[in-house]
Each structure stands twice: as C-alpha cells, then as structure tokens.
C-alpha cells in the first residue's frame, strides 16, 4: 500500500516511487536485508514503465539504500540498519567477486599476454578513455569523407555557438541520455572544458566573484578558476555529495557553484536527491548559478546512467557543462555547455569575441559520428568494456591487496577509489608508486587543504585483461613492502 502513486500529480512518477520507498524504510515498512520488487514486476504492478521503476531503483541505490545483487534481486541495504562503515564497503567487493564466480572457469581458458598501457598513459592514469578500442580507422575514414565534400562555405568564420548540425545532435542526446529538454540555440560548442569554464565566467561573473568548490575536487578546474581571479570556497563533500548546508554557512551569497553530481570528481559519490533540491533551492533564492560539470556521467555500471541536474532546473539557474573527452578521446577537445534562455544573448555576445571553441573539422566529424549511429554504438560498448576492466581491478585488488588497501565501492566513474589501511601515507604511496611508472593520485592532491584521509585513486580503462591487472597490483604489494623496510 505504501507504494501507491498519483499518475495525475506535479511530482514525476519515479520521484514518487523514490518518495515512497524513502518513506517506507523511515516508517520501518521496509527493514534491511528485505528483497523488494523486481524492475518488471513493481512496474506491472504499478502500470508505469520500466524505466519509470529502474530511474527510482537507481537513485535509491546511489544512496546506499538499495543493493542490487544481480540474479537473487535487489535488497534493502545493510545501511538502513547500520550507518555503513568500512568494512560495509569491504562485503561489497567481496559479493561483487562471488557473483562472477560462474565466468571464471571459461576465463581461465584464455590464455594473455602481458601488454604494456598505450603509449604515454601510465598504468591507473585517471580520466583517460579506453583508447586501444576507439574506432580510429572509422573516425579516418569519417574525416576524409568530409574533407573530400568540403565546399567554400566552410571556409569562413564559423558560427560562435559551434557547428548547428551538432547542435542538433547533441540536443537529441541530451534529452534522451541525460533528461535534460533543451535547443540546439541553448548549446555552444567550446575547445575543452576549460574553454567552457572561459565562456562562462566572461558571462556571468567578474574577477573576485565567490563561488563553492568541491572539497576534494577538480584540481584542473581549481586552479584555472583562481588563476583567472575567482575566489573559490571548499564546500565538504561527504557521502551523499556537496554538503549544502555548510556552504549556506560559510558562503551563503557565493554567486557560484561548481559541482559534479553524477560521479563526484574524485570520489565517484552521487549526489543524492535530496541534497540536489537543497542545492537548487539555495540557487534560486540566491539568484546565484550552478555550474555542472557532467564529465563521464554516461558510464554507470548498475542499470542507467543518472539523469543529469540540470534535468531538475525549474527555474533555470544550471549552466550544464558536457565534454566529448571521456566518451571519445580528449585530443578531440570538444565540449559544450547548456544555458538557460534567458542568457543565450549574453554568452552568444561573449563567444563571438573570444571564439574558443573547436575545429570547425572536428565538429564536423563529430557530427557524423553521432548522427550515423557510431556514437550510441561505441558508447554501448564502453559501458559493457569499462564494467568488465573495472571486475578485474577489482578482484587483483582483493587477491593481492586487501590488507593494504580497502576499496570505496560506487556504481560509476572510470576509477577505482580505496583507502590505505596498512598505516602508510597515501600521499608517499603515490609518489614512490610514479617513481615506478604508475599514475595513480593521492586524494591529497585534489583537495585544497590536507584531507588525510589516505585515499588514493587508481584509474582502470586501460587495462586490458586480468593478467594485466594481477601483475599491477602486485608490483604495488611490492612496493608498499618495500616501503615498510
């Protein structure tokens, strides 16, 4: 009974469905470790669609009150009982190894050989795609096309927005991928995100302007803002994302946030949905401006991606920043942001004086690609390569390192997050790791006061096979010893 909705109410039916499983784990309907309905069967149940139901599951799950277990069905979390602690994460990973018990027998048939990381990527180097599995030959053979087809018209100065067939393009995506309704006129078209950052501030701010910041956070982002004069407040993110509250506290007439709610840049956390209405809220009464940095939020490995913030922007203060650079390659650099209407004059004004963005070719390839369906094809195939190459860091993690490190587990991203456990400095870890040749990070580097929390980030999209992944982890386990000496 307490599942019952209002098809003819305001509030989106996956909003409601959300509303009422909330409120019964509250009223204690619902208790830990209970089975609750299947996708298809609440949905039958309900008479609403699937993906009504698998959207409410999703956020329910980015909270931690829902685990999914794949066949046995989705249960009420561990953490309703219990604030989850550490060694909450820690029966995670192994219940993620368990489930794929069943493939390790055809696995182990395959026989690898050990390849080094694509050339200048070292090993668990962050926010670099898969790029051993991008499409080069199609994308050559795209880019011939259209330089064979060029005409005089595509000589000239470009249109400051970008390429409109693009536009086109990603309007579509938009709405479909990530929730969001939008126009081709909403989207300029920029050379990399911190181009977008520069349309931005130039339209709406003025050296000295305030706004939060992550803390941890973007590092790159960061220090661009404060070198262009941005005076920028670190706003604790905790597990349920950016803490609003405090910002209101400490900053409360900031005219900015930057914020990275699908997969928070570095912790890979959600941004749940009460703490995203908290942060829209503050938004409009403060006629101040969200900026979301929506950096790989197509990559999610428990049913679909989350839909965007900007999806939830009634009063239109979202400036939504998307980048082709984590879905395709970032020698691409080609980005876009979303603006309101009310601003299309005021960042079209700007873009025509500073005109940052792309190569007018690379739009046009960009284009084709996405409109000949090569772009939702690759993107498929990235979801299912990056779920897979994920497992295996995971497992060499739990059979080489579980008493040195203790992995955060999260339903997103394109990095592994653990905490050191063994007593040894994230920090030095990292630094004497590099000196090897990996590229993993310290959280310490991404945050701008010392966090010690001894937290390292180690990216996974570039490993091919599990060979590749045991032999990393355990060159780490040997390094960490030798540390210990």
Same mark, same amino acid.
């Given at each position: 009974?307490?599942?019952?909705?209002?098809?003819?109410?305001?509030?989106?039916?996956?909003?409601?469905?959300?509303?009422?499983?909330?409120?019964?784990?509250?009223?204690?309907?619902?208790?830990?470790?209970?089975?609750?309905?299947?996708?298809?069967?609440?949905?039958?149940?309900?008479?609403?669609?699937?993906?009504?139901?698998?959207?409410?599951?999703?956020?329910?799950?980015?909270?931690?009150?829902?685990?999914?277990?794949?066949?046995?069905?989705?249960?009420?979390?561990?953490?309703?009982?219990?604030?989850?602690?550490?060694?909450?994460?820690?029966?995670?990973?192994?219940?993620?190894? @368990?489930?794929?018990?069943?493939?390790?027998?055809?696995?182990?048939?395959?026989?690898?050989?050990?390849?080094?990381?694509?050339?200048?990527?070292?090993?668990?180097?962050?926010?670099?795609?898969?790029?051993? @599995?991008?499409?080069?030959?199609?994308?050559?053979?795209?880019?011939?096309?259209?330089?064979?087809?060029?005409?005089?018209?595509?000589?000239?100065?470009?249109?400051?927005?970008?390429?409109?067939?693009?536009?086109?393009?990603?309007?579509?995506?938009?709405?479909?991928?990530?929730?969001?309704?939008?126009?081709?006129?909403?989207?300029?078209?920029?050379?990399?995100?911190?181009?977008?950052?520069?349309?931005?501030?130039?339209?709406?701010?003025?050296?000295?302007?305030?706004?939060?910041?992550?803390?941890?956070?973007?590092?790159?982002?960061?220090?661009?803002?404060?070198?262009?004069?941005?005076?920028?407040?670190?706003?604790?993110?905790?597990?349920?994302? !950016?803490?609003?509250?405090?910002?209101?506290?400490?900053?409360?007439?900031?005219?900015?946030?930057?914020?990275?709610?699908?997969?928070?840049?570095?912790?890979?956390?959600?941004?749940?949905?009460?703490?995203? !209405?908290?942060?829209?809220?503050?938004?409009?009464?403060?006629?101040?401006?969200?900026?979301?940095?929506?950096?790989?939020?197509?990559?999610?490995?428990?049913?679909?991606?989350?839909?965007?913030?900007?999806?939830?922007?009634?009063?239109?203060? @979202?400036?939504?920043?998307?980048?082709?650079?984590?879905?395709?390659?970032?020698?691409?650099?080609?980005?876009?942001?979303?603006?309101?209407?009310?601003?299309?004059?005021?960042?079209?004004?700007?873009?025509?004086?500073?005109?940052?963005?792309?190569? !007018?070719?690379?739009?046009? !390839?960009?284009?084709?690609?996405?409109?000949?369906?090569?772009?939702?094809?690759?993107?498929?195939?990235?979801?299912?390569?990056?779920?897979?190459?994920?497992?295996?860091?995971?497992?060499?993690?739990?059979?080489?390192?579980?008493?040195?490190?203790?992995?955060?587990?999260?339903?997103?991203?394109?990095?592994?997050?653990?905490?050191?456990?063994?007593?040894?400095?994230?920090?030095?870890?990292?630094? @004497?790791?590099?000196?090897?040749?990996?590229?993993?990070?310290?959280?310490?580097?991404?945050?701008?006061?010392?966090?010690?929390?001894?937290?390292?980030?180690?990216?996974?999209?570039?490993?091919?096979?599990?060979?590749?992944?045991?032999?990393?982890?355990?060159?780490?386990?040997?390094?960490?010893?030798?540390?210990?000496?």
């Amino acid at each position: 009974m307490f599942l019952q909705i209002d098809t003819a109410a305001n509030t989106p039916l996956y909003l409601q469905v959300y509303q009422r499983f909330h409120e019964g784990i509250n009223n204690g309907q619902l208790q830990a470790f209970q089975r609750i309905p299947s996708i298809r069967a609440l949905a039958s149940e309900l008479n609403v669609a699937r993906g009504t139901i698998e959207l409410a599951y999703q956020l329910l799950i980015s909270e931690g009150l829902l685990v999914a277990k794949g066949a046995k069905g989705t249960f009420i979390a561990q953490s309703v009982k219990n604030i989850q602690d550490h060694q909450t994460n820690k029966y995670h990973v192994v219940d993620a190894v @368990v489930s794929e018990k069943k493939d390790q027998k055809q696995e182990n048939k395959q026989q690898y050989n050990i390849t080094e990381y694509p050339q200048n990527i070292a090993p668990f180097k962050l926010g670099i795609p898969a790029l051993d @599995v991008f499409p080069v030959k199609l994308w050559s053979r795209l880019s011939a096309s259209i330089l064979r087809e060029a005409s005089t018209t595509q000589l000239s100065y470009p249109d400051p927005q970008g390429l409109f067939s693009l536009r086109e393009d990603l309007a579509r995506y938009l709405v479909m991928s990530r929730g969001i309704n939008c126009t081709p006129d909403q989207i300029f078209i920029s050379a990399g995100y911190c181009a977008s950052l520069t349309l931005i501030m130039q339209s709406l701010f003025k050296i000295g302007d305030i706004g939060w910041f992550e803390e941890p956070g973007y590092h790159i982002a960061r220090s661009y803002l404060q070198h262009i004069g941005m005076k920028l407040t670190p706003i604790e993110v905790d597990s349920h994302g !950016i803490v609003v509250k405090q910002g209101e506290k400490v900053a409360p007439k900031a005219r900015f946030a930057l914020v990275t709610p699908t997969h928070q840049s570095p912790t890979n956390v959600s941004l749940t949905l009460a703490r995203r !209405i908290e942060l829209l809220d503050w938004a409009d009464s403060n006629q101040s401006w969200i900026i979301e940095d929506d950096y790989d939020g197509e990559f999610r490995y428990q049913g679909r991606p989350l839909p965007a913030l900007k999806s939830l922007d009634k009063h239109e203060r @979202v400036i939504y920043c998307g980048t082709m650079s984590k879905a395709l390659f970032p020698a691409l650099r080609l980005s876009y942001i979303v603006v309101p209407n009310s601003q299309i004059a005021q960042f079209y004004s700007v873009a025509k004086i500073i005109s940052n963005q792309s190569s !007018i070719w690379q739009q046009e !390839i960009t284009h084709r690609f996405i409109h000949d369906g090569h772009f939702a094809r690759h993107l498929r195939k990235m979801r299912n390569l990056y779920r897979q190459r994920r497992q295996y860091l995971i497992d060499a993690i739990v059979h080489n390192l579980s008493e040195i490190f203790e992995i955060q587990m999260q339903s997103g991203g394109m990095h592994i997050v653990v905490k050191i456990i063994n007593g040894q400095s994230s920090k030095q870890f990292a630094a @004497v790791a590099n000196q090897n040749g990996f590229g993993l990070e310290s959280l310490d580097e991404w945050s701008m006061n010392s966090s010690n929390k001894q937290i390292l980030m180690l990216g996974f999209t570039n490993i091919k096979n599990e060979a590749i992944a045991d032999q990393y982890c355990k060159q780490l386990r040997e390094i960490s010893s030798k540390m210990l000496i």
